[in-house]
């Protein structure tokens, strides 16, 4: 569990969780999936004191699942944001390649190597909770960045800590709607070697699992994404007149 105290161009990661809000910002609670099951009970005290409302327990069980697609909930004091991510997990890197250095293995490596894994998201008026998988590096970008930024490290003066915990929310949404960019050319490299295997005159195609299993993973992330665009469209009507930066990152997805 890492902590992290916002506030204007201040950003400062805490040893445990204070007994009390800070004065100005917020806390972000970045926590993963076991570690939130372990440390649920000092979470939930914590939030009864600060926010004057615990999760309730069927949140806190969509927080854990971690086969839940992705949707949006929420109660009189908090929101409650699951997004299922779309990233190329580990060992991508060496299927970045030329459509005519792809092999059957390539292709088959790289539907195996899709990571839909869940990212939670608990939104308090004072407090951001994001439970993520155990690999996740969205946690960990975002601290680094966040640090950049505080310490005057990001070039780019019109970028700034985040104002809300929404903000941060959002930020990360977008962030893992970007890395999809990179799954998408991976699948677009991968199966541009299948199609033409399958339509070349010169070739005896025998690979149809391989295909079956390309068309069954395509349906699977466009699921994904609609799931993904639904949760967001929920949130975005949610909020009302809010301004809704995150609709356009979830328009990306198709």
């Not at 070739?203 to 994404?225: G, I, K, M, Q, Y």
């Amino acid at each position: 569990m890492r902590i992290f105290h916002v506030c204007a161009d201040r950003f400062t990661e805490l040893d445990d969780l204070p007994e009390s809000l800070p004065g100005s910002g917020f806390l972000w609670i970045g926590i993963d999936r076991s570690g939130f099951e372990t440390h649920t009970a000092a979470i939930q005290e914590r939030l009864q004191r600060w926010e004057s409302s615990p999760l309730v327990d069927l949140h806190i069980s969509d927080l854990l699942n971690n086969q839940l697609p992705s949707h949006y909930d929420y109660t009189s004091w908090y929101d409650i944001l699951v997004f299922r991510r779309l990233a190329a997990g580990a060992g991508s890197d060496q299927l970045l390649i030329d459509d005519e250095h792809g092999t059957m293995t390539s292709v088959r490596r790289t539907l195996d190597i899709i990571d839909t894994s869940p990212v939670g998201f608990a939104l308090f008026d004072h407090v951001l909770i994001t439970v993520h998988p155990a690999d996740c590096t969205v946690r960990e970008h975002f601290a680094h960045r966040l640090s950049g930024l505080a310490a005057g490290g990001e070039a780019r003066g019109a970028i700034r800590l985040p104002a809300s915990p929404a903000d941060l929310m959002l930020r990360m949404v977008n962030h893992m709607v970007d890395n999809y960019l990179d799954l998408r050319r991976l699948l677009t490299r991968q199966l541009g070697h299948l199609q033409h295997e399958l339509l070349s005159p010169k070739s005896r195609f025998r690979d149809w699992p391989v295909l079956l299993d390309s068309r069954n993973a395509l349906h699977l992330l466009e699921d994904t994404c609609e799931d993904q665009r639904s949760a967001m469209q929920e949130w975005i009507d949610a909020l009302g007149d809010w301004p809704a930066p995150a609709d356009p990152a979830a328009q990306r997805q198709g």
